[in-house]
């Protein structure tokens, strides 16, 4: 059975930081995507990040480029996303997922997804 469970989410002031992970199992690490979205209070889930674990190329998208950083350990089947300089608008629920399917756009059709980590950001 894929789980993949999220945590290090929590409350912060601007300007602060923040690790969250996401501890994968259940399926062959390496060989997947894994990617970061979030979902604000009334605002549709918007892609945040991703990685493929077997190469170790990222992505991110405009907004969060320079803040965040994605990275695997694939030792401990582990998916982090370091956010730093967090702002108030970067206030969401913040999931992983999980695709063993590769495309063009890293952050589209993931089939497995966590249950989110609360980040909020304080102004």
């Known amino acids: 059975e894929v789980q993949l469970v999220e945590s290090g989410g929590g409350l912060v002031q601007a300007g602060g930081s923040l690790r969250l992970s996401c501890a994968a199992s259940?399926?062959?690490?390496?060989?997947?995507?894994i990617g970061w979205f979030r979902q604000a209070p009334g605002k549709e889930r918007e892609g945040v990040s991703c990685?493929?674990?077997?190469?170790?190329?990222?992505y991110y998208v405009d907004s969060v480029k320079g803040r965040f950083t994605i990275s695997s350990d694939n030792a401990k089947n582990t998916v982090y996303l370091q956010m730093n300089s967090l702002q108030p608008e970067d206030t969401a629920v913040y999931y992983c997922?999980?695709?063993?399917?590769?495309?063009?756009?890293?952050?589209?059709?993931?089939?497995?997804w966590g249950q989110g980590t609360q980040v909020t950001v304080s102004s």
């Open positions: 990685i493929s674990s077997s190469d170790g190329s990222t």
């Open positions: 997922a999980a695709d063993p399917n590769y495309y063009s756009d890293c952050l589209d059709r993931y089939d497995y």
């Open positions: 259940g399926f062959a690490f390496d060989d997947y995507r």
